[in-house]
C-alpha cells in the first residue's frame, strides 16, 4: 500500500487503488484545468467550473480520462510488479558489484559454453559461444546503465540488456541439453506461430519470415534476443509510469 493511502486513512489494496486512481485522473485533469489533485492545492482549494461551457468542457475531458484509465491502470500495475522484481535482481547486483554481476555471467556462460563444445558440431557451438559472449556483455552493460545511469537510460538501456541476460540462459541451455526442449524450445516454437498467424500478419511480414528463416536451432536464441529489447522498453516505460503514480522514497 503506497504511504499516500496510508496517510488519508485508507487501508488495504482497494484504498491504494483509489488512491492511485484519484492522482492519475488528477493529473490528467490538470493538464486543461487547474488545481485538481486536491490536497496539492489544500490552501487555494480545488478548482471547480462555474459557467455552463467550462462545465461541458470538464465533463467531457473527465470521461475521457476516465476511460484512458480503463487501459493505463493495468499498465501501472504491470510496472509496480516489474519495479519490485527489478528491485530484488538490482540489490543482488549492487551486492556484487559490477565486476561481480559480470563474473557470475561470464562463469555460467563459460560452463555452458565448454558444455556446447563438448556435445555439438563445431558450427553450433560456435553460435552458443557468441550467445554466450552477448549474455555476458548485456550483465555487464545493465548492470553499469543500472548503478550510473538515470531514469532515460535505465529505459533506453539496463532494461533491455537485463532482458537479454534473462531470456538466453534457458534457451542456450535446452540448445545443448535435449531434456529442456520441451520445456524451452516447444514453447518457444508455439510463440512463434502466434505472432506469425496474428500480430505479424500486418504488410504480409508473416510471409517474408517464414520464406526467409527457418526456426531451429540457434535461431531460438536469436528470436528471444530480438523480443528483449521492445520487450525491455516496454517494462521500462511501465516502471516510468509506476514511479510517477508511486514515486519511490
Same mark, same amino acid.
Given at each position: 500500500?503506497?504511504?499516500?493511502?496510508?496517510?488519508?486513512?485508507?487501508?488495504?489494496?482497494?484504498?491504494?487503488?483509489k488512491?492511485?486512481?484519484?492522482?492519475?485522473?488528477?493529473?490528467?485533469?490538470?493538464?486543461?484545468?487547474?488545481?485538481?489533485?486536491?490536497?496539492?492545492?489544500?490552501?487555494?482549494?480545488?478548482?471547480?467550473?462555474?459557467?455552463?461551457?467550462?462545465?461541458?468542457?470538464?465533463?467531457?475531458w473527465?470521461?475521457?480520462?476516465?476511460?484512458?484509465?480503463?487501459?493505463?491502470?493495468?499498465?501501472?500495475v504491470?510496472?509496480?510488479?516489474?519495479?519490485?522484481?527489478?528491485?530484488?535482481?538490482?540489490?543482488?547486483?549492487?551486492?556484487?558489484?559490477?565486476?561481480?554481476?559480470?563474473?557470475?555471467?561470464?562463469?555460467?556462460?563459460?560452463?555452458?559454453?565448454?558444455?556446447?563444445?563438448?556435445?555439438?558440431?563445431?558450427d553450433?557451438?560456435?553460435?552458443?559461444?557468441?550467445?554466450?559472449? !552477448? #549474455?555476458? *556483455?548485456? @550483465?555487464?552493460?545493465?548492470?553499469?546503465?543500472?548503478?550510473?545511469?538515470?531514469?532515460? &537510460?535505465? $529505459?533506453? %538501456?539496463?532494461?533491455?540488456?537485463?532482458?537479454?541476460?534473462?531470456?538466453?540462459?534457458?534457451? !542456450? #541451455?535446452? *540448445?545443448? @541439453?535435449?531434456?529442456?526442449?520441451?520445456?524451452?524450445?516447444?514453447?518457444?516454437?508455439? &510463440?512463434? $506461430?502466434? %505472432?506469425?498467424?496474428?500480430?505479424?500478419?500486418?504488410?504480409?511480414?508473416?510471409?517474408?519470415?517464414?520464406?526467409?528463416?527457418?526456426?531451429?536451432?540457434?535461431?531460438?536464441?536469436?528470436m528471444?534476443?530480438?523480443?528483449?529489447?521492445?520487450?525491455?522498453?516496454?517494462?521500462?516505460?511501465?516502471?516510468?509510469?509506476?514511479?510517477?503514480?508511486r514515486?519511490?522514497?
Amino acid at each position: 500500500m503506497s504511504t499516500r493511502a496510508r496517510n488519508r486513512g485508507g487501508g488495504g489494496i482497494v484504498a491504494a487503488v483509489k488512491v492511485d486512481l484519484a492522482l492519475l485522473h488528477g493529473a490528467w485533469m490538470e493538464l486543461i484545468f487547474p488545481r485538481q489533485r486536491g490536497r496539492g492545492h489544500s490552501v487555494m482549494g480545488k478548482w471547480k467550473p462555474e459557467t455552463l461551457p467550462q462545465k461541458i468542457g470538464y465533463a467531457l475531458w473527465s470521461a475521457i480520462g476516465a476511460l484512458g484509465l480503463l487501459l493505463v491502470y493495468p499498465l501501472t500495475v504491470i510496472g509496480l510488479a516489474t519495479r519490485f522484481y527489478a528491485a530484488k535482481l538490482d540489490s543482488t547486483a549492487t551486492r556484487l558489484g559490477i565486476v561481480g554481476a559480470t563474473g557470475v555471467a561470464l562463469l555460467f556462460w563459460g560452463i555452458l559454453t565448454v558444455i556446447a563444445h563438448i556435445q555439438l558440431p563445431w558450427d553450433a557451438f560456435l553460435a552458443v559461444a557468441a550467445a554466450s559472449g !552477448v #549474455a555476458t *556483455l548485456s @550483465t555487464a552493460l545493465a548492470a553499469t546503465c543500472s548503478k550510473f545511469g538515470g531514469r532515460p &537510460l535505465s $529505459v533506453a %538501456l539496463a532494461y533491455p540488456f537485463a532482458m537479454t541476460a534473462l531470456f538466453l540462459p534457458p534457451v !542456450v #541451455a535446452a *540448445l545443448v @541439453t535435449p531434456s529442456l526442449e520441451p520445456h524451452v524450445l516447444e514453447p518457444s516454437y508455439d &510463440l512463434a $506461430v502466434w %505472432l506469425l498467424d496474428t500480430v505479424l500478419v500486418f504488410g504480409d511480414l508473416n510471409t517474408y519470415l517464414r520464406d526467409n528463416y527457418q526456426l531451429e536451432g540457434v535461431a531460438y536464441a536469436g528470436m528471444w534476443l530480438g523480443f528483449s529489447f521492445p520487450l525491455g522498453w516496454f517494462l521500462g516505460a511501465m516502471v516510468a509510469l509506476a514511479n510517477v503514480v508511486r514515486p519511490t522514497n
